[in-house]
């Protein structure tokens, strides 16, 4: 089977780096999505890693290390929008149709 | 732009009712899926649809079904609702290739009372 496992909470101020991680077992996957939600929002994409290594779009990177069952999304410059829960998500190899397979989240809260 | 339309954002109903939430993408997407949002739990799969008139069960398919007579419509149905059905429902939809997103609805909060 499959399961991602992400810190429940995580709190940071303005300005500063967080980083969010998302450890897995599973038995194979095609790769590592991270999607944000905002209170009372619906779940909006961010970033895939299919390969090993960063992917950096914008303020925000994804790391993927498959050898390490991890991966992590790193957010720069933190601003106050920001604030939001965060899940990471993988598609696995068996039972197809692009199914993805999400952590529980991790609550972002910035402050001033 | 893309949109995913969940026909209620709220809804209230009586243990025992059977009911229907819908969903509609505008995407011409092959893939669609519903899921119950639970706090501490994530997002888990119930149902999803490859194709017209085709499903597969999730994660926790038990007290539900689906119907996909359209491509653009996915429909969950709680055939006798109860009250460990309370939840947030979240549809969403997606295609072809591994690496595409999928694009969510903004959810039916749903209460069973």
């Known amino acids: 089977g499959q399961s991602l496992e992400q810190p429940s909470e995580v709190t940071a101020v303005e300005g500063a780096i967080v980083q969010i991680n998302c450890t897995y077992q599973?038995?194979?996957?095609?790769?590592l999505s991270w999607y944000q939600q905002h209170d009372g929002g619906a779940p909006t994409f961010l970033s895939y890693?299919?390969?090993?290594g960063l992917e950096e779009t914008g303020r925000f990177s994804s790391f993927l290390s498959r050898s390490d069952s991890y991966g992590y999304l790193l957010l720069q410059e933190l601003q106050m929008k920001d604030s939001a829960s965060y899940f990471c998500?993988?598609?696995?190899?068996?039972?197809?149709?692009?199914?993805?397979?999400f952590g529980a989240g991790t609550r972002l809260a910035v402050h001033p | 732009d893309v949109k995913v339309t969940q026909s209620s954002r709220y809804l209230v109903k009586r243990t025992g009712e059977k009911v229907f939430l819908e969903c509609v993408q505008d995407m011409d997407h092959e893939n669609m899926f519903w899921y119950r949002q639970d706090p501490g739990l994530g997002l888990r799969l119930i149902y999803f649809?490859?194709?017209?008139?085709?499903?597969e069960k999730g994660d926790i398919p038990e007290g539900y079904s689906v119907s996909r007579e359209k491509k653009e419509r996915f429909s969950l149905i709680l055939e006798s609702a109860s009250t460990n059905q309370t939840s947030m429902y979240l549809c969403?939809?997606?295609?072809?290739?591994?690496?595409?997103?999928?694009?969510f609805g903004d959810g039916t909060r749903l209460s069973i009372l």
């Open positions: 890693n299919a390969l090993d």
């Open positions: 649809s490859y194709d017209v008139k085709m499903k």
């Open positions: 998500a993988v598609r696995p190899k068996t039972g197809g149709y692009n199914k993805l397979i």
């Open positions: 599973t038995s194979g996957f095609y790769g």
């Open positions: 969403a939809s997606t295609t072809g290739p591994s690496n595409q997103p999928q694009h």
